[in-house]
């Protein structure tokens, strides 16, 4: 049974990744082993319910909203490889230590309106290499392919860790001494799935690909597609994307009719590349239904943006239909 720490620096020596990349990925981790405490004890710690204030967004934040951020905060501005830091949660970005080597952003607590009603909620991280420089907005703004590794935390049943370096995808479940046990390597996204999530609530204001794609899924067997599937919906990202990751499937949050100008509900730079990144290196695949996620730039630090993601031949099928 290997733990966190043993297994990152074993892994860190053999692909040749610098120490301090190593470093703000502990730090992170550690934050989400504070974060996990808060939200197993929910009403026992007081954090539940509304916090009465907003994120830049327009969204109400919830306590643990507010509390997971500040915790990411602390742990990260504590380490001089921090160079700066991002979330959906502030304004603008902080910058943290004028001579470090990395730029972490993150979304403190996907699914937060699972909070109060005790349904997997999960941290998203993404990890970029500082461009040189004075640290602006700007040094933000990099293609998810440049990232240098990603991850979140899933706090449900089990809380687990997942992360990527670019080096394959590595599962830790946190035992009762608050250790993170490496429990799987290299998870595979079959290619193939009969399994999706969708809102369906929103259908009336789908475009038409996704009206006729959820139509060819819905029809199952007797259908173009051949065979009958399954609808999962949990309203908590970073959950949807584990199942896929664990047993295949598609995840769509597509753009709709609702206003033009918003391409998407989704955040580019705190969900969508981080958790592309993870799908993609475990064989999976992901999209905005026009071009590869990871292969976008980045125009803004709160850019929305649509998604599809999970396995290859779902993701491809609806590229297809755009």
Known sequence: MQTFPSFLKQHLQTNQLPAELGSVLESTVAAC???????????????????????????????LDVIANNILIEQLKANPAVAGLASEEEDTF?????????????????????????????????????PTGTLETQSFLQKGSEQVGSGYVLYGPQTQLVFTLKHGVFVFTLNNQNEFILTKENPSVPEQTKEYAINASNQRHWF??????????????????????????????????????????????PADKRDPSKPGKLR??????????????AGGKSSNAQQNMLDIQPEGLHQRVAVIIGSKEEVEYVNQLH
């Open 94 to 130: 902080v910058a943290c230590n004028e001579n470090g080597g990395y730029l972490v952003l993150f979304d403190p607590l996907d699914g937060s309106s699972n909070i109060d009603v005790n349904i997997s909620v999960g941290t998203i991280f993404s990890i970029l290499a500082k």
């Open 268 to 281: 580019l730079m705190y969900e969508a590349n981080p958790l592309s990144l993870i799908i993609e290196q």
């Open 33 to 63: 082993v504070e974060i996990s405490g808060k939200v197993r004890q929910g009403a026992l710690a007081g954090v539940l319910g509304e916090a009465g204030s907003g994120n830049v967004q327009g969204e109400d934040q919830k306590k």
């Open 208 to 253: 038409a690909p996704v009206q006729q794609y959820i139509k060819l899924l819905m029809a199952g067997d007797t259908g173009a597609r051949g065979k009958n599937y399954n609808m999962r919906w949990v309203a908590s990202m970073v959950a949807e994307i584990h199942r896929i990751l664990m047993r295949g499937g598609v995840f769509l949050y």
